[in-house]
């Protein structure tokens, strides 16, 4: 279909405004909404800074519907998918005359769900028979696996999110869906299947909401495919249209998808569910007599010898009858040893906590020594586990317990392969590995891993996702620095047009911007945490309350908190950390005249409209510590090329995370509020102009300085 500007624009102000009684012409708006019509209608790239106020929503769906294309949008928080599935999309689907005169669905992991094939393990009549996988010795509600139980048999979706409680990790793993288990149509349930039955509405879907974590593993599979994985059931359907809403967290979602582990808790679980967790009993093996004659004539390898199994408390799935082999629970045995040395020694060689970069050369050679001989060992038990699987293929006359155990051998396989792989990638055995990889050690209680990922996701963006649609639309309130995006382009590949839109708030009626001293010390100090508690709490008493605090640190956050409670505040002062963010955000909002102090996620995604938040202290410019590995990389990438990496990657990185802080004051047109700023490098550095050149031009701006302001 030929879309039509002028329609695209009837619909949006005619027929929009018809069932929205609170729909206002905007400016922006509208030339956002033709922008998107063009490259639909066209096909390319469009990026789009969208301030809040301009209604970007409404501006790339209205012209996706005219077209009659199939699309795809993807969202970063739950809350936005919640306002589109919700609100936006009931809300176009009244403009255009009924309640259905489009489909839409919300698309989720596997995990997501409810696996038949695993539940009904878990709903037998016997038992023994969960224990053969699942470890309850955590579970805080000996009651849960019943109500679990009950629920599962009553549920039209298996859909995580309508169960009354929240489920314990251990007991939802044993019977969630999983994309390397899962048999597709070799299982009995493939057309009840709770997944597959959403998965065959995502395909009738004229619109599809997802998250970029879905989006990021789909196209993940699809870069698999293309170094000749294999045809991976891809995790999306077919669309022509693909639309990244709140795309400024793109980069860390894709480098995390493109991300390899060796992690000692993952591998723990991966030994644990073979041959079970080790015991006294496990160390000092099997007794002697044989397996009833059924499991000895099922898949036993020629030379093996099978005995009889240990108790079921202790069993893993190589100890089942059908699987059972002495030889191969020896090699998981010396894996689990080989993981134990390697991991112990790792620890004694880095602090805890610790976050390190490594080079493959700069590894002890020991160390070295180590993780070669575990890479080899998951190696060898890969190639073992995958003639196991290969003497048990599935027929028309397999029982549901032979099934469910080849599902949880292919788990484990792909589990080894991604162990695997991750060994490989760290010592750099690969020839053709990836030379823009960076590597590093963590530590921090009970995890420690070797971690290798990409510098940039850029090249798996433009490998596995953008050759897959006709269109691709990037929007966010953030997504340039000062109409420059650059930035953004250069992390993730794409290419195309770009369009920055003025906010639709009136900017100097609305809000105003205080900055004042100090300038912050490379290192917190005590005199520093006491005069910046001192000017916040100012602030507090200036405001009447109605305050969130942004820092950029814990200690920060931590320090100004005790200092604040020791003050006496007659306001309600809440810290991140304390409660679950959600809840919060909800005391925050009641309370009408809380504090809230927040750090990290707390910049981003707080939607507080109303006097509750009317006063904004941004504690320090947002600049990023430069011991984070991935920063390194690329900060010694940039030098490599002549640039400088203060300017080109951290000065815009802290632009970004300034605006986003910003933006949580005015979410309505009725807000008011001020933003205090209580770092002077604002003015003080030649750098701050580029962060005050960010904002909104009509916004006043008020320095309070006790010395004169450079040139």
């Known amino acids: 279909m030929s879309l039509s500007l002028k329609e695209a624009e009837r619909f949006l102000q005619q027929d929009v405004g018809r069932v929205l009684p609170s729909f206002e012409r905007r400016g922006s708006q509208l030339e956002m909404l033709r922008a998107c019509a063009e490259v639909i209608e066209e096909g390319g790239t469009l990026l789009v800074e969208a301030p809040t106020g301009v209604g970007k929503t409404l501006a790339y769906l209205v ?3 005219l077209s009659e294309r199939k699309a795809i949008v993807s969202t970063r928080t739950i809350n936005l998918q919640e306002q589109l599935c919700r609100k936006d999309l009931p809300l176009l689907a009244r403009a255009l005359g009924s309640p259905d005169s489009f489909r839409f669905e919300l698309a989720k992991g596997f995990s997501n769900y409810l696996c038949r094939l695993f539940l009904e393990a878990l709903d037998s009549a016997d038992p023994a028979r969960p224990k053969l996988e699942l470890d309850l010795a955590d579970a805080p509600d000996p009651q849960e696996l019943r109500r679990l139980l009950e629920w599962a048999r009553q549920t039209k979706t298996g859909d995580r999110e309508e169960l009354p409680f929240e489920p314990h990790p251990a007991i939802w793993d044993e019977v969630c869906a999983d994309a390397n288990a899962c048999l597709r149509r070799e299982c009995d349930f493939y057309e009840s299947c709770f997944y597959f039955r959403a998965r065959r509405s995502w395909e009738e879907a004229t619109i599809l909401v997802a998250n970029h974590s879905l989006v990021a593993m789909d196209s993940a599979l ?24 709140e795309a400024h967290r793109l980069d860390e979602v894709f480098s995390e998808i493109f991300t390899a582990q060796l992690t000692q808790l993952g ?10 967790r080790q015991t006294p009993q496990t160390r000092r093996g099997s007794s002697d007599s044989d397996v009833d004659a059924e499991a000895e004539g099922k898949g036993r390898r020629k030379g093996r010898k099978a005995k009889a199994l240990p108790s079921a408390d202790s069993l893993g799935l190589l100890h089942h009858h059908l699987f059972y082999d002495e030889a191969l629970i020896a090699e998981v045995e010396r894996l689990r040893s080989l993981g134990e040395g390697f991991f112990l020694k790792l620890r004694e060689a880095f602090p805890d906590p610790c976050k390190v970069r490594v080079l493959p050369e700069e590894l002890d050679p020991r160390l070295r020594r180590e993780l070669e001989l575990l890479g080899m060992a998951i190696a060898d038990l890969g190639g073992e586990l995958e003639e196991l699987r290969r003497d048990h293929p599935l027929h028309r006359g397999s029982s549901p317990e032979e099934k469910r155990l080849i599902a949880r051998l292919n788990q484990s396989l792909r589990t080894l392969e991604h162990l695997g792989q991750a060994a490989t990638l760290f010592l750099d055995l690969d020839e053709e590995c990836d030379p823009h990889l960076v590597r590093w050690v963590e530590i921090s209680g009970r995890r420690a891993a070797l971690v290798t990922g990409p510098l940039y996701p850029a090249e798996g963006v433009q490998l596995s996702l953008i050759p897959r649609y006709r269109t691709i639309i990037l929007t966010s309130a953030t997504l340039s620095v000062a109409g420059d995006f650059s930035f953004i382009q250069e992390r993730l590949g794409f290419a195309g047009r770009t369009l920055s839109l003025r906010s639709g708030f009136n900017w100097s009626e609305q809000a105003k911007l205080y900055i004042k001293g100090p300038t912050p010390p490379p290192q917190l100090t005590e005199d520093y945490l006491e005069e910046l508690a001192s000017s916040v709490a100012q602030i507090i008493r200036e405001s009447g309350g109605g305050v969130l605090v942004l820092f950029t640190s814990w200690r920060a956050l931590r320090g100004v908190k005790e200092r604040l409670e020791r003050q006496g505040l007659p306001y309600l002062i809440l810290a991140q950390g304390d409660k ?28 507080v409209p109303g006097p509750a938040l009317r006063t904004l202290i941004i504690t320090r410019l947002p600049f990023e510590v430069p011991d984070d590995p991935i920063t390194q990389g690329r900060m010694e990438d940039l030098r490599r090329q002549g640039k400088d ?6 000065l815009p990185q802290a632009i970004l995370r300034f605006k986003q802080g910003f933006g949580r004051l005015i ?23 580029k962060f005050l050149e960010s904002l909104p031009e009509e916004l006043k701006i008020q320095v309070q300085t006790s010395d004169p302001e450079p040139d």
């Open 645 to 650: 990496p203060f300017m080109d990657y951290i």
């Open 267 to 276: 591998l723990e679980r991966l030994v644990s569910k073979l041959i079970g």
């Open 222 to 245: 699809y870069e698999l495919k293309g170094r000749g994985g294999g045809e991976p059931l891809p995790l999306l359907p077919k669309a022509d249209i693909l639309v990244l809403d």
């Open 667 to 689: 979410r309505t047109s009725k807000d008011r509020g001020v933003v205090w700023v209580l770092d002077d490098r604002l003015v003080r550095r030649p750098y701050g102009r």
């Open 580 to 607: 679950p963010r959600q809840r919060l955000l909800e005391e925050f909002q009641e309370e009408g005249n809380a504090v809230l102090l927040g750090t990290s996620s707390f910049w981003e995604g707080v939607d």
């Open 63 to 65: 012209p996706i519907l």
